[in-house]
T-cell receptor, first 108, second 112 residues
Framework: GDSVTQMEGPVTLSEEAFLTINCTYTATGYPSLFWYVQYPGEGLQLLLKATKADDKGSNKGFEATYRKETTSFHLEKGSVQVSDSAVYFCALSAPLVFGQGTRLTINP | NAGVMQNPRHLVRRRGQEARLRCSPMKGHSHVYWYRQLPEEGLKFMVYLQKENIIDESGMPKERFSAEFPKEGPSILRIQQVVRGDSAAYFC??????????FGPGTRLTVL
């Protein structure tokens, strides 16, 4: 069946560091790909999405490119902030299949 | 435009009781999904509904769990005779067309 594998956390960085969270997937067909973010005690918020190969999703300085040849959708941000501390989930549709989540902590 | 609403936010039940979780989708959304998140784990799909129809319940446990999305009113996830292993966060998501899903804040169920 379909599956998503994320890099294991937790990940701890200093403010203004470069962020990469790896995500690879296994799926039949051509799924849409998503990154969601979850802040403590809250639900998931859609961060960005891509619906076909080579699409780049972007939002709030985060980016991810749908790479069909490597079945990947890695999340990147050039300069992280303390407010980016959260758990990040990679997912494919639909219904959504989630990775296990990566807990990110940014230190000032 | 209000987001996805879930209530209650926190629910405590004793073993053997029933739990009812409610989800009101965003306005204009006719697709509803339920997911369960166990502590320190990702979300697992449970059931996908449209108005008055269950489309996919492949993630639902075979016993004690049921879901509905009536013509009027919220979607309900019902857990009968709860056990400690049912303790989790239950999230509802809605979608206008079955693609991008928007999540509610979740109901955190604790079974004593």
């Amino acid at each position: 069946g379909d599956s998503v594998t994320q890099m294991e956390g937790p990940v701890t960085l200093s403010e203004e560091a470069f962020l990469t969270i790896n995500c690879t997937y296994t799926a039949t067909g051509y799924p849409s790909l998503f990154w969601y973010v979850q802040y403590p005690g809250e639900g998931l918020q859609l961060l960005l999405k891509a619906t076909k190969a080579d699409d780049k999703g972007s939002n709030k300085g985060f980016e991810a490119t749908y790479r069909k040849e490597t079945t990947s959708f890695h999340l990147e941000k050039g300069s992280v902030q303390v407010s980016d501390s959260a758990v990040y989930f990679c997912a494919l549709s639909a219904p959504l299949v989630f990775g296990q989540g990566t807990r990110l902590t940014i230190n000032p | 435009n209000a987001g996805v609403m879930q209530n209650p936010r926190h629910l405590v039940r004793r073993r053997g009781q029933e739990a009812r979780l409610r989800c009101s989708p965003m306005k204009g959304h006719s697709h509803v999904y339920w997911y369960r998140q166990l502590p320190e784990e990702g979300l697992k799909f449970m059931v996908y509904l449209q108005k008055e129809n269950i489309i996919d319940e492949s993630g639902m446990p075979k016993e004690r769990f049921s879901a509905e999305f009536p013509k009027e009113g919220p979607s309900i996830l019902r857990i009968q005779q709860v056990v400690r292993g049912d303790s989790a966060a239950y999230f509802c998501a809605s979608s206008p067309k079955g693609d991008t899903q928007y999540f509610g804040p979740g109901t955190r169920l604790t079974v004593l």
